[in-house]
């Protein structure tokens, strides 16, 4: 009988260590996610300062080439358009992904049944919990299955990036594109550093819980 | 049977700006530029002579439009207005501090 006794209570003991450990290890793993997402953050923060560097430059020796009076803020559209870049947000609405997801959408325009939608998912995401989703342009089922098909997605991501340049005239210098393509890279990494500092301060927010828990 | 979890998406989100006029520049090129019925844009320019009230005005104004996912705000402008910008703490939309042509990135601020 008294054996008995000792053995529940050994299983017993075993268990809370075991759910002990078991606490401990998801502690950890938090703590762990959470110094990634930083260590990811403070890369991308330093990728996206040499990208905005070299734009910038581009753009100063663009107006050097074509003139002050041909780049700057005042020849700028307030005529209505919208936006050809933009962002889709998806919400999860479970418990372990309640956060938003940014996924850029490059040159997509609603004026043309060809919309391209160069969709650049963040490569680092990847590494996480979430499912992958994929998206497709609501204008993808119209883009036929051909050997033409990405030549017309191209033509029509050109189009609207010559549209973009237009704003500064018809002929603009070789500089003025550089630029253009280099604050698109910035965008892109943007929309990275968009969803890992939400990942960041959700981890976060989870660690200062659980040693708060431990202080208590 | 397990539960699915709901995704919902939406799209055509905007990305606005409150930056010098080389970054609104830059960022306008590749396509983020947005003008509305109303002749509202997306972003605002900031110069010498934008005041302290505008740059408030417009922060304002794009963290409660809902059409707007993403703001980026030069540091140096964040700085102008730090208590506004620090005491906004919703996920949508994301607000990223970004470095400027003449004030680079200081992590102690963001």
Known sequence: ?216 | MASRAQIHTSNSALIAMIADEDTVVGFLLAGVGNVDLRRKANYLIVDSKTTIKQIEDAFKEFTTREDIAVMLISQYVANMIRFLVDSYNRPVPAILEIPSKDHPYDPTHD
């Open chain 1, 1 to 216: 009988m008294e054996e008995q006794d000792q053995m529940q209570s050994s299983i017993e003991v075993e268990e809370v260590e075991e759910q002990q450990r078991e606490g401990k290890r998801l502690e950890e793993e938090n703590v762990v996610r959470f110094l990634d997402s930083l260590d990811s953050y403070v890369t991308l923060l330093d990728s996206l300062s040499s990208t905005l560097r070299q734009g910038w430059l581009e753009l100063a020796s663009a107006r050097q080439s074509m003139g002050a009076s041909r780049i700057n803020g005042a020849l700028l559209d307030l005529k209505s358009h919208s936006a050809a870049t933009s962002l889709q947000v998806t919400h999860h609405d479970d418990e372990i992904l309640n956060q938003p997801h940014f996924t850029l959408c490059k040159w997509a325009s609603s004026k043309n049944g060809y919309g391209d939608e160069k969709l650049r998912e963040n490569k680092l995401q990847t590494n996480s919990d979430g499912p992958q989703l994929r998206h497709r342009s609501q204008f993808a089922e119209k883009i036929p299955e051909t050997k033409g098909a990405p030549l017309i997605v191209d033509d029509q991501v050109q189009k609207e990036r010559t549209k973009s340049l237009s704003m500064f005239g018809t002929l603009v210098s070789p500089k003025l594109r550089a630029a253009q393509l280099s604050f698109e890279t910035a965008l892109e990494t943007l929309v990275e550093i968009a969803n890992v500092r939400l990942t960041m301060l959700s981890t976060s927010d989870q660690v200062r819980k659980e040693l708060e828990g431990t202080e208590g």
